[in-house]
């Protein structure tokens, strides 16, 4: 069974109280996510392999390291692409994958209308962005895709998650380990996370 990261932090809670506030304009909306995404990043790149080096200080020669370029990000659009500017700026020399989903409002199911990939991504750590994860029905096919194209490791990363959605990625991805800022009540007859934030794509973009 995979794992569920909620991460317990103050910064991340006062960020995420921020982000459902109705208030909260579209730019503040966009910043909030991008911290939410970069404090999440530490936590969720805590295993990446380090390769040994040697560094030379001013004073005198030291042990170093070099994270491997081993990371994918693969941002599920449209709201995944607010998460993707923290995760590179920690990660600079990651690559980034795309895929297109949107849910079906009638259906609630996800349709696909693009998919670029890394062509290595079986080579590397894959961390699939979304901020939201109402059924788990666009996580859950996102992740189909890149396991298509032969990525082994993958995680997911949201910032709100839904009970449903969690139990969905984790029956269809017992081997993709799960983290979210927050993990929700649960979803409303459309669909959407309650609390929740709304939606996020509509938010991050100014599409409301
Ligand atoms: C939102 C969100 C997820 C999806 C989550 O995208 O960004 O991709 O819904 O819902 P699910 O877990 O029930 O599949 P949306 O379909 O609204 O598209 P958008 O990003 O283009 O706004
Ligand atoms: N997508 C969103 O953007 N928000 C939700 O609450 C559910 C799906």
Do not use: W
Request: charged share 25%.
């Amino acid at each position: 069974m995979s794992k569920l990261f909620v991460m317990d932090h103050p910064l991340i809670a006062h960020k995420i109280s921020m982000i459902r506030d109705e208030n909260t304009s579209v730019k503040d909306f966009r910043e909030l996510i991008n911290e939410v995404a970069l404090l999440m990043g530490y936590e969720a790149t805590k295993d990446l392999a380090l390769t040994k080096t040697k560094v030379k200080t001013p004073l005198a020669e030291t042990d170093g390291y070099v994270v491997e370029k081993q990371v994918a990000l693969v941002p599920i659009l449209r709201a995944g692409l607010g998460m993707v500017d923290a995760l590179m700026s920690l990660i600079p020399a990651a690559k980034v994958g795309h895929i297109g989903l949107y849910r079906d409002h009638e259906t609630l199911q996800p349709v696909e209308y693009y998919c670029k990939l890394p062509t290595d991504i079986g080579d590397r750590q894959v961390l699939v962005l979304d901020p939201m994860l109402a059924t788990g029905g666009s996580a859950a096919a996102a992740i189909d895709f890149v396991k298509a194209r032969g990525a082994k490791k993958i995680k997911l990363m949201c910032i709100i998650g839904a009970p449903e959605g969690v139990a969905v990625v984790q029956k269809a991805h017992p081997d993709v380990d799960i983290y979210v800022a927050a993990l929700d009540e649960g979803l409303n007859e459309n669909g959407y996370i309650l609390p929740g934030l709304g939606d996020a794509g509509d938010r991050i973009f100014g599409t409301l």
